[in-house]
């Protein structure tokens, strides 16, 4: 059944916020854009630290500058909130990404590559004594927000941390990370972050330039 995560969001907030408590959130960031607005909401409810774990980008010259930015962000934007860098293997997206290569972006390669990246920040969560996990990857509107809160709440069962409900887009949260993008100076690609991806974003752009160019 759909939900309002957004709802939920603020209903768990509202009960952190009686409670007096500043509960510890390891936030799988996707990239620096799209963890802009979701640092400067949470910061103030909760001690973040953010995860960059994303072995689907490629190349690997993409991942690092990627995660520069990233840490430059969350130093400039000075809300304490602290970094961990994941681990770069792109073998496990290739591997899960096998008999998926044709499919369309959105599909059923992109909830794989969901599940990867949530399980390995819950994983991190539990290793860390974290009090909630979540991801940015929702504040995207090529994101499906259903299925990352679906994967998320069942990721929190099997690995006993709570997974902070959320749909970042709502409430102008992604107008509000592009304000913040400009603000920052921050680099915003034209593609997910995949190989598969790219050749997509490559194609769209090859129709829309006029031939012969």
């Known amino acids: 059944m759909k939900q309002n995560y957004q709802l939920i969001l603020e209903q768990t907030i509202q009960k952190i916020q009686k409670e007096g408590k500043r509960p510890s959130l390891l936030l799988h960031s996707c990239c620096g854009p799209c963890s802009s ?26 991942f690092r500058f990627r995660a520069a930015e990233q840490e430059r962000l969350i130093q400039e934007m ?3 909130v602290k970094y961990h860098l994941g681990k770069y293997d792109p073998e496990r997206f290739f591997e899960l990404a096998k008999g998926y290569e044709n499919e369309p972006e959105g599909g059923e390669r992109c909830f794989r590559c969901y599940r990867l990246r949530l399980e390995e920040t819950a994983k991190a969560a539990k290793d860390g004594g974290f009090d909630y996990f979540t991801t940015t990857l929702s504040i995207s509107p090529h994101k499906n927000a259903q299925v990352l809160n679906e994967l998320g709440n069942e990721l929190s069962d099997l690995y006993g941390v709570a997974y902070l409900f959320s749909d970042f887009k709502k409430k102008n949260g992604y107008r509000r990370s592009c304000e ?34």
Request: hydrophobic share 30%; glycine share 6%; with cysteine.
């Open 37 to 62: 607005y979701v640092m400067e909401y949470l910061a103030q409810h909760f001690e973040i630290t953010v995860f960059y774990y994303n072995p689907n980008i490629s190349p690997e010259s993409e």
């Open 78 to 80: 000075g809300f304490g």
């Open 180 to 213: 913040l993008s400009i603000e920052y100076d921050l680099y915003r690609q034209d593609y997910c972050g995949c190989a598969f991806s790219k050749a997509e974003a490559l194609l769209r752009n090859a129709q829309k330039s006029p031939k012969g160019e």
